[in-house]
């Protein structure tokens, strides 16, 4: 509750401005012309990572989605990254049944205090806050610091993330939704689950902001472009 009472003082004396344009505001993280502008995507143009009953993404990798996932995860603003998180909850699937854990893709514990915050995390608190969902951060940890993985096969970051996550033990009837800026190959996904599997977790789904789809002749670019932006 003090969060949500500290939020609408700041409104009342310093009004929320588009994270795009700029222009002044309601609550809503982006005006209705730079919210209509951007590449949503369907749920049906996406492959699934293996290990979750549910995967969906809320548009394609690219501008002005790039940019803001850039600000969010190296610039050091947190406001941006509760945006993507909001825009998540303004255009979830319909009959998105409530989970009971949302789980943001964890950072190791060097990398968040260099960085100062988990930029998935942040998005997840921003959906969260939107839906009043509950946000369960320490439910699983990355106790592997995995080199970047922006450089690598597909196979070379599975082995990368090989062991790279634990997790608390989990009761199988909970419903687990786990979020992450982007989806890109799919391996820290893919481990991820694993992990969440073996420790015992149910139901599973998993929401990006954003999807780095390959089209004809710019493939490769956009893996790497995706993948410099994928912890």
């Not at 310093?14 to 209705?32: T, V």
């Not at 369907?42 to 600000?71: C, K, M, N, T």
């Not at 998540?88 to 854990?101: F, G, I, K, Q």
């Not at 391996?187 to 969440?196: N, R, V």
């Amino acid at each position: 509750m003090g969060w949500v009472k500290v939020d609408q003082i700041l409104d009342l004396f310093l009004p929320p401005h588009c994270a795009l344009c700029g222009q002044s505001i309601a609550r809503s993280p982006l005006c209705q012309g730079c919210l209509t502008d951007l590449p949503w995507l369907e749920p049906h143009d996406l492959p699934a990572p293996a290990g979750f009953d549910q995967v969906w993404s809320a548009l394609a990798y690219q501008y002005p989605v790039d940019r803001l996932i850039a600000e969010a995860k190296f610039g050091g603003q947190l406001a941006t990254a509760r945006a993507l998180g909001e825009l998540l909850a303004l255009r979830m699937p319909e009959s998105t049944p409530r989970p009971d854990l949302v789980v943001p893709v964890p950072l190791h514990w060097r990398r968040q205090a260099e960085r100062g915050y988990n930029q998935a995390e942040e998005i997840a608190r921003g959906l969260c806050w939107q839906l009043d969902w509950r946000l369960a951060a320490g439910i699983c940890q990355r106790q592997r610091a995995t080199p970047a993985q922006a450089q690598l096969s597909a196979a070379e970051r599975r082995m990368n993330l090989h062991a790279a996550f634990v997790a608390r033990p989990l009761r199988p009837e909970l419903h687990i939704l786990v979020i992450d800026d982007v989806l890109t190959t799919g391996a820290t996904a893919e481990a991820l689950a694993h992990t969440l599997r073996a420790a015992g977790a149910g139901r599973l789904a998993l929401w990006t902001v954003a999807h780095a789809l390959k089209s004809p002749g710019s493939s490769q670019a956009c893996g790497d472009q995706a993948g410099r932006l994928k912890v």
